[in-house]
């Protein structure tokens, strides 16, 4: 890969916000990089060294199967903490189920501020090797890619937050606040033996936290240049249904219209077909409006009034093509688990379909289900409430955010900070909930089609996404939580 424009010297990386408010330094090449010069009160760091350790600490968690179901996680936590032991940190693992576990290590601060969590999941979805180009649990590094799954979602993010840690540790940075570091089990299958068990049994952890850094969001790339950074202070809430169709079951020879499987497709095919309303909040109009002159015509003038162009059912269609950007100006459904008959020609007494609805703030569920039961048009068919959550969020404008923005803007000289919400939900809410204020930084730059990797097949991360990604979260908690 040819160097990079933002590659930046370690020498930024050891009192990053030192130089904050003195003239920026130029922008070193990559051939400057080198061995970190002292900051005065800290020990130099050896940033080339970890970055190798890094990429080679990914592709030995990637090895590890976490995927969720069943998670096992155990091994994953164990590998983690195995690395904090020989770098002298000492970690404690929280078991919540056979063979799943919780993680969390804490470097202290003086206790000036409020404690910082860094948060990351060890388990992954699951990967169907027979669509991959590698085999998904492999850990393949090769031409400067890192494949397997968790790439993205997140073990990459769990590296450059354990790097992060042990960079703190290594360099001696005084803090301010104590740095906490927390892998956690099943948030794929909804944390309730992750984040919810720790925040629940655990309690005291937590207790006076301020601050939570966790997966969210990225940089998007197009083209192969940066265009805008997202960070999310919020998430839209999941609403999990099951919609079932039952019947008489009988002889796939002889089908008759209100065969379960067939009363079920008719509704379904009514869901996918609708378009549910456009709703723009403002905090959403002004992403649109920071990243319109990033965009080709007519999206530029398009984006620079969304909630104007939005009326116009040419412009519904065109952002339809960037599902993306589409889940943030309305609330969505996405037809998943679908089942029906295990056998060719039986039709069964029942079939059912997945519904994963996915609601911005400030959508009522309970008029959002009386909206989707007209849409469904059948009341034969029943909706099964199995999950809800609250859309939650946290101040855009907190010290933590203006330092993520500082350290962005370093990074990538030029290139837009924004925060919209995310459209998919983490273990952010739970931490949301409690009033402590959380944020989504997946601090790496892809575009659409690397993205796609992301609960999808040939899940990478290049090996300079991932050390970028270790300078930036090391220089953001050292910039929250250092002195
Ligand atoms: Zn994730």
Redesign the pocket.
């Known amino acids: 890969m040819t160097s990079h424009p933002f590659l930046m010297s370690a020498l930024l990386f050891v009192a990053p916000l030192a130089s904050a408010g003195k003239p920026q330094l130029p922008l070193p090449t990559t051939a400057e990089r080198g061995p970190a010069p002292s900051a005065s009160s800290s020990t130099p760091l050896e940033w080339h060294a970890l970055e190798d350790q890094a990429v080679q600490r990914l592709s030995a968690y990637l090895r590890i199967d976490t995927a969720n179901p069943p998670g096992n996680e155990l091994p994953a936590a164990q590998f983690l903490q195995r690395i904090l032991e020989s770098e002298g940190i000492s970690s404690t693992l929280y078991p919540s189920a056979p063979g799943r576990a919780n993680l969390v290590a804490r470097l202290r601060g003086n206790g000036s501020k409020r404690p910082l969590l860094l948060l990351n999941?060890l388990d992954v979805v699951p990967a169907d090797a027979t669509a991959w180009k590698v085999p998904p649990f492999s850990g393949t590094v090769k031409d400067g890619v890192i494949w397997g799954r968790g790439a993205i979602?997140?073990k990459s993010i769990g590296i450059m937050q354990l790097t992060a840690l042990i960079a703190l540790k290594r360099s001696g940075v005084a803090l301010q606040r104590d740095v906490i570091f927390m892998a956690v089990a099943d948030?794929e299958a909804g944390g309730e033996l992750g984040a919810a068990f720790m925040l629940k049994a655990h309690a005291e952890l937590f207790s006076n936290l301020e601050y939570v850094l966790n997966?969210g969001s990225r940089g998007v790339e197009r083209d192969g240049r940066p265009l805008y950074w997202e960070i999310s202070p919020g998430e839209k809430a999941p609403l999990w249904l099951q919609l079932v169709a039952r019947g008489t079951a009988g002889h796939a020879s002889r089908p008759f219209p209100a065969a379960a499987t067939h009363r079920l497709a008719r509704a379904l095919g009514r869901l996918a077909s609708w378009e549910p309303p456009v709703r723009v909040l403002p905090e959403i109009q002004e992403f649109f409006a920071t990243i319109a002159p990033l965009q080709p015509e007519p999206r530029r003038t398009w984006f620079s009034d969304i909630r104007a162009a939005l009326q116009k059912p040419e412009v519904r269609e065109d952002l339809s093509h960037t599902p993306d950007l589409a889940a943030l100006v309305r609330d969505t459904v996405a037809i998943t688990l679908l089942k029906g008959s295990a056998k060719m020609n039986v039709l069964p007494s029942e079939a059912s379909a997945g519904l994963d609805c996915r609601l911005l703030p400030g959508t009522d569920p309970d008029q959002f289900l009386k909206t989707l039961r007209e849409v469904i048009a059948d009341d034969g068919l029943t909706i099964v409430e199995e999950e809800r959550n609250r859309a939650t969020s946290s101040p855009s404008d907190s010290e933590a955010m203006q330092v993520i923005r500082r350290v962005l803007a370093k990074h990538t000289p030029g290139v837009p900070v924004v925060s919209p919400i995310t459209r998919g939900a983490?273990d952010s809410r739970f931490f949301r909930e409690r009033g402590i204020s959380a944020y989504g930084v997946s601090p790496y730059m892809m575009d659409d089609s690397l993205y796609a990797g992301m609960h999808g097949v040939d899940e990478r991360i290049s090996v300079e996404n991932l050390q970028r990604g270790c300078r930036i979260i090391f220089e953001v908690v050292e910039g929250i939580g250092g002195l």
């Open positions: 999941h979602d997140m948030e997966e983490s």
